[in-house]
Every structure is written in C-alpha cells, then in structure tokens.
C-alpha cells in the first residue's frame, strides 16, 4: 500500500514557466513533509520542507503548499530553470525518523 | 567537509555471493538509513538505525542485513538469499526527523 503518492511520473515545462509537482499521501498521522531533488547517480538533496502547522513555506523559487484536509502537497518552481531538470520526491514522516518517499517525477525543462 | 560517503559507486556480484556496501558519515548524525531505489518505485527502506547497536527492519527487509557498530558507520550486506539485489543502493543519515535526511552519492549494485 503506497501510503505517499506521485501520479505524474514525468512532467515538461518550457523553460521561465512554473512547475508544478504533486504529491498526495493517505496516512494522517504524517506532519512533516520533504522534497528531494535527484539527479541520475547520484543521491537526493533536500530542496525544502513543510510542517503540517503551516500550509505554505517559500525558499526561493521554490515553495510547498500543504493542503491538510485533501492531504496533498505540491512543489511549486518560478521560474523554472533547465538545471532544475532532475527527478523530484516527495517525503512524509509520522514525527519518527522514518520518512516514506514516493514514487518520484521526473522533470523536465525545456530551453 | 562533513558529508556522507558510500563505497564503492559501482558493484557487481555473481549470484550466490553476499556483498557488503560501505556508509560512513563525519555528520554527528544518530540515525543512519539504507534505501533502495528501483526504477518507478521510488526510495524503498531497507533497515534504519537510530542509535549505535540498534537497528530495525525496513518495509523491505528481507535478504539484506546491517550492523551499527559505531556512529559513523553502517554497512549493509546484500546476501545471496536477496532474490532481485540488482538496485541502485542509498544510504542517508539525520540528526532528527525535522531536518530530514543527508543522502550518500549511492552505490548501484549489479548481480553477474
């Protein structure tokens, strides 16, 4: 059972124009929520988190809207930029160390 | 340059053989985890460790096994009776669940 969930399992954007990455999840018990960025070959890095008292956190060109009562997350990237071409992953955790990824997107961006 | 480094990067195993993967992090994290990535399924947990001498099995533990010696290490050992260990292999550590994990470069392990 796929408790953390990415439908899109790939996405295109021309380059300058907003990605949207989602992700749904099925546990309520999950409050903290991560997105990771992957390139081939190498391992994930963290791109930013969300907490579920918040509803919306910004870094950058990136911010995570958190909608509890649909228990969905999206990633949202402005502008988008050919180097944020990579797989993204979602992350949720229970408040324990152990976090549950999804199934990743993969992004691409078009020059 | 605190990090987390797994080796080697590239592994290959003839069946039958058990194969032990190398993490070491100079983090000062206490949890140290092994994930799986296969393609369209994600990041899978394989065993997590949250303190020194203590592990505990992931969702998909079986054929594999760890051990927690000291902070800075957790190895893994892929053994023969893993039926599909062909896989690119992941180890992350943190220092709490709130700032999420330090992932390792991977090692992808491919079985001859």
């Known amino acids: 059972d796929q408790q953390v969930k990415q439908n899109s399992p790939s996405l295109s954007v021309q380059e300058g124009r907003i990605s949207i990455l989602n992700c749904d999840y099925t546990n309520s018990m999950f409050d903290y929520f991560l997105w990771y960025k992957k390139y081939p070959a190498e391992g994930p890095t963290f791109l930013i988190s969300?907490?579920?008292?918040?509803d919306k956190n910004e870094d950058g060109r990136f911010t995570v809207f958190l909608n509890k009562s649909a228990k969905h997350l999206s990633l949202h990237i402005v502008p988008s930029q050919p180097g944020d071409s990579a797989v993204y992953f979602c992350a949720a955790s229970s408040g324990t160390y152990k976090y549950i990824f999804g199934t990743g997107t993969r992004l691409k961006v078009l020059a | 340059d605190g990090g987390i480094t797994q080796s080697p990067k590239y592994l290959f195993r003839k069946e039958g053989q058990n194969v032990t993967l190398s993490c070491e992090q100079n983090l000062n994290h206490d949890a140290m985890y092994w994930y799986r990535q296969d393609p369209g399924q994600g990041l899978r947990l394989i065993y997590y460790s949250q303190i020194v001498n203590d592990f505990q099995k992931g969702d998909i533990a079986e054929g594999y096994s760890v051990s927690r010696e000291k902070k800075e290490s957790f190895p893994l050992t892929v053994t023969s009776a893993q039926k599909n260990p062909t896989a690119f292999y992941l180890c992350?550590?943190?220092?709490?669940?709130?700032?999420?994990?330090?992932f390792g470069s991977g090692t992808r392990l491919t079985v001859v």
């Open positions: 969300i907490s579920s008292i918040k």
């Open positions: 992350a550590s943190s220092i709490d669940s709130v700032y999420g994990y330090t």
